[in-house]
């Protein structure tokens, strides 16, 4: 299947470093990253769960839940985890998927229904399996990135965009490139001068398709 923003994620029923999940109900109605890995004891994926983990507050703070999936099996897992914490000097407090079948990364089309994992597998057969997931309370997806193998996701952008989709949300508002919470956000065209002015107080109007206001404080 093909995924694409505001689409329902997939349910699925998967192992994890921490037991059996339904994936929907593990959501459990709140924001959700799920991001992935191709191989386990990897060196660039280690680095990254560390920092996911190293972020733990941050999360919390946003009312988010994080999981990792990875194409090996969960006794793997929990043997790569104690790598990371070393790695990160923290503890490693989310999940990891085991998607040893490949089923997780076909839901997610990150791999073609056709792919398998042979003999002796290397992370290049599942190289793509290297994406960042962030899906919204109502389990539709909003943002998806995928890397190559070789380069490091940038983490702190990932709390960057969740920043953004949840005040785009729940402000409806939009954000401006490099957008970080506390500057001025876009006022959506639909919303008339007048509507903007009730709700924000003044704004600036650079175009008239294009108008930034600062959001009033809560």
């Not at 991001?35 to 988010?64: I, M, N, Q, Y």
Request: net charge negative; charged share 25%; with cysteine.
């Amino acid at each position: 299947m093909s995924l694409r923003i505001n689409d329902l994620v997939p349910d699925f029923n998967a192992d994890t470093s921490q037991g059996p999940i339904r994936f929907h109900e593990w959501l459990d109605g709140k924001w959700a990253i799920l991001f992935s890995h191709p191989k386990d004891f990897t060196p660039v994926c280690t680095t990254e769960f560390g920092a996911v983990a190293k972020l733990s507050e941050e999360w919390k703070k946003r009312d988010t839940k994080v999981i990792g999936v990875s194409v090996d099996g969960v006794e793997d897992h929990q043997g790569w985890v104690k790598d990371i914490a070393s790695f990160a000097s923290c503890d490693v407090d989310f999940p990891i998927i085991a998607d040893e079948k490949l089923e997780v990364a076909k839901l997610f089309d990150m791999l073609p229904a056709d792919a398998y994992l042979p003999d002796g597998r290397t992370p290049a057969d599942s190289a793509t399996v290297r994406s960042v997931f962030i899906i919204g309370p109502d389990k539709q997806l909003k943002l998806a990135m995928t890397y190559p193998m070789n380069v490091g996701r940038n983490f702190a952008e990932v709390l960057r965009a969740l920043d953004a989709l949840q005040t785009a949300s729940g402000e409806n508002v939009a954000t401006p490139a490099d957008w970080n919470p506390g500057q001025d956000v876009i006022i959506p065209p639909g919303v008339s001068d007048e509507d903007a002015k009730t709700r924000f107080g003044e704004f600036e109007t650079i175009f008239p398709y294009l108008r930034r206001a600062k959001l009033p404080q809560k």
